[in-house]
C-alpha cells in the first residue's frame, strides 16, 4: 500500500503539469481561433494567394406581398481588379424555386451589372458570385419604390451578425434577410434591444430558427418586436455560419420616407471609423451603439474634420443594451442627453469604448421630412397609407431619403470604392485612423492620375465625384474610406462604404 501511495504521489504531479500544458494548449489554440474569427468578420478584396473570389449577397431580390414583405430590386455590380478577363458565375437561389445560374463576363480593369430582375422575380432571391480568380468584388445598388441604396455583398460567413438601428413604429417595416449559403442547414438564434428597455428580449419563436442549407428566410422585426425607436438585432449560428442584411423602410405615412439597405457587420470592436456625414437643414445624423457583452461598456463619440478632432461626448452602454446620440446643428444647441452639437456640416465620427468593451456602431443619416408617429410632419408633408393594390406614387422633386450604415473597425492601407452609375454628383471622404499625418493617393481603377490628399491626425477629406466610377485609395498609413450620394430631387439616399484590399503576408 505504501508503495502505491508513493507511486500515486509521483504521478499525480506530473498528471497535473501534463494538464495545465494541455489546457493551455487549448487555450492559446481559443485565442488563435478568436483572432481568425476576427480576421474573417471583414469583408475584403481577395488577394494573390487567393485562386477565386466568392462573394454572398442575402438580398439579390424581393416583393412586396399582401401579407408582408418588402420591394427590393437589385443590380448586382461585379468588379475586377486584376488586368485579365474573367466569367463570373451568379447563383439565383430562392426558397419558392430552383437554382438559377447566370454568367456575367467582366473585362479586365472594369465593372459590369446585372439586373436581377431580368432573370428571376421569385418573393425572395439571394445570390452567390464566383470567379476563378482574385481580385473581384460584388456590390449592390438595391433599389425600393421609397428610395435606394448601394450596399457591399459578403466574402465572408459568420456565425453572429449586428444590426444596431432597426425601427418598427407603425409607419416602419424592418426586416433581417438571413442567407445560408452553405450545403448544411444552419440554426439560429435571434435576440433583441430597445431604447425603452434595459437588456436583452429572446422572441421564443425565433430561438432554434433553421434556415435550409443553400437557401434564405426572411423575419419581419416589427412581428416578434414592440413599437420602438430604436432596435438593435442580434443574429446568432448555434449550427452553421450565415450572411445577413438589414432592410429598414419608412412610408411616409407620419412625414418620413426611405428605403435602406445595408449588409449588418459580423465584427464587434474597441473602435468604429464612419467617414462620411453630411448635416444640413434637411438631414439629420445620429450614431447607434449596442453592447453584446455582459459588461457596462464606457464610449466616447468623437466628431473629426479637416482639422482633427472637433467635439466628444461620453456615454456608457449597459449590457445586451442600445443607446443612441444624436448629432445636431450649433445653433440647436442646449441640454440635451446623449447629444452632440457642431457647426460642421460634413465630418467624420470616432467611436471609441475607452472601457475596452467590443461594442458596434452604426450611423443612420436621414434627409427630407422628419416626422414620425406621435410627432408627425405637417399635413402637407404626410403621405396617404399605401394601398395593398396600389404603388405610392412619392412627390416629385422632393428630396428624401434613408441610409443606415455599420462602421469600420479598423483603418487599411488599400481600398476599393465602387460608385454605381448615379445620378448627381457623389461624396467621397477619407479618414485618417492614426494620431500622425498620413498621405493618401484618390485615383480612378486602372488610370495613373490620382489625386493626393494630406490628412492630420485623425482628420478627414472629403472630395466631390461623378458616380460610375471605381476609385482606388492608397495610403501610407491606414485610412477609411467611404461615400455619400443623395438622390437629387428624389427619394434616396446611400451611404457606399469601401473595401479593403486582403493583405498577402
Not at 430562392?94 to 456575367?104: F, G, K, Q, Y
Not at 434595459?198 to 423575419?219: F, K, Q
Request: proline share 5%.
Amino acid at each position: 500500500m505504501t508503495l502505491l501511495l508513493w507511486l500515486a504521489r509521483l504521478v499525480l504531479p506530473a498528471v497535473a503539469i501534463a494538464g495545465l500544458l494541455v489546457d493551455a494548449r487549448f487555450q492559446l489554440d481559443a485565442d488563435g481561433a478568436e483572432n481568425a474569427v476576427g480576421v474573417e468578420t471583414e469583408s475584403a478584396v481577395p488577394g494573390g494567394k487567393s485562386l477565386t473570389s466568392t462573394w454572398y449577397c442575402p438580398t439579390a431580390y424581393s416583393r412586396r406581398l399582401e401579407v408582408g414583405g418588402v420591394e427590393a430590386r437589385s443590380e448586382l455590380v461585379v468588379t475586377n481588379t486584376a488586368a485579365e478577363p474573367t466569367r463570373a458565375s451568379i447563383y439565383l437561389v430562392s426558397p419558392t424555386s430552383a437554382r438559377r445560374l447566370v454568367h456575367l463576363e467582366v473585362p479586365g480593369l472594369s465593372s459590369r451589372s446585372l439586373e436581377v430582375a431580368d432573370y428571376i422575380t421569385d418573393e425572395l432571391v439571394s445570390a452567390l458570385v464566383e470567379a476563378p480568380i482574385s481580385g473581384v468584388t460584388v456590390s449592390r445598388r438595391i433599389r425600393s419604390t421609397y428610395g435606394s441604396d448601394v450596399a457591399s455583398c459578403s466574402s465572408v460567413v459568420a456565425d453572429a451578425w449586428y444590426v444596431v438601428s432597426g425601427d418598427t413604429q407603425a409607419d416602419a417595416v424592418s426586416y433581417l434577410v438571413v442567407y445560408n449559403p452553405l450545403p448544411t442547414d444552419a440554426v439560429v438564434d435571434l435576440s433583441f434591444a430597445s431604447e425603452a428597455e434595459a437588456g436583452v428580449y429572446v422572441p421564443p419563436e425565433l430561438v432554434g430558427l433553421v434556415v435550409p442549407a443553400a437557401n434564405t428566410i426572411s423575419i419581419d422585426i416589427g412581428a416578434h418586436v414592440r413599437r420602438r425607436d430604436v432596435l438593435s438585432a442580434t443574429v446568432r449560428a448555434r449550427l452553421g455560419r450565415v450572411v445577413v442584411d438589414h432592410i429598414q423602410r419608412f412610408d411616409g405615412s407620419s412625414g418620413r420616407v426611405g428605403f435602406s439597405a445595408t449588409l449588418a457587420s459580423a465584427a464587434t470592436s474597441t473602435s468604429w471609423y464612419h467617414p462620411v456625414v453630411v448635416l444640413g437643414e434637411k438631414e439629420r445624423v445620429s450614431v447607434v451603439m449596442s453592447n453584446p457583452t455582459d459588461v457596462v461598456a464606457d464610449v466616447e463619440v468623437t466628431l473629426v474634420s479637416g482639422e482633427g478632432k472637433i467635439g466628444s461626448a461620453i456615454t456608457s452602454i449597459g449590457p445586451y443594451d442600445v443607446i443612441q446620440m444624436q448629432v445636431l446643428p450649433k445653433a440647436e444647441e442646449a441640454l440635451i442627453a446623449n447629444t452632440l452639437f457642431t457647426s460642421a456640416e460634413s465630418f467624420g465620427i470616432i467611436v471609441e469604448s475607452s472601457s475596452g468593451i467590443p461594442i458596434v456602431s452604426g450611423v443612420e443619416l436621414a434627409s427630407g421630412p422628419n416626422g414620425s408617429p406621435g410627432k408627425e410632419s405637417p399635413e402637407q408633408e404626410i403621405l396617404a397609407a399605401p394601398n395593398e393594390a396600389e404603388s405610392i406614387n412619392l412627390p416629385v422633386g422632393r428630396e428624401s431619403g434613408l441610409s443606415i450604415a455599420p462602421g469600420a473597425p479598423s483603418g487599411s492601407r488599400s481600398w476599393l470604392l465602387v460608385l454605381p452609375d448615379i445620378s448627381g454628383e457623389v461624396v467621397i471622404a477619407v479618414e485618417n485612423t492614426t494620431s500622425s499625418v498620413a498621405t493618401a493617393f484618390i485615383s480612378r481603377y486602372g488610370e495613373r492620375e490620382h489625386y493626393e490628399v494630406q490628412l492630420a491626425a485623425f482628420a478627414i477629406q472629403h472630395l466631390r465625384l461623378a458616380g460610375g466610377n471605381t476609385i482606388e485609395v492608397q495610403s501610407e498609413s491606414e485610412v477609411v474610406v467611404a461615400a455619400i450620394h443623395q438622390e437629387p430631387k428624389g427619394a434616396g439616399l446611400s451611404s457606399i462604404l469601401g473595401i479593403r484590399f486582403a493583405e498577402d503576408d
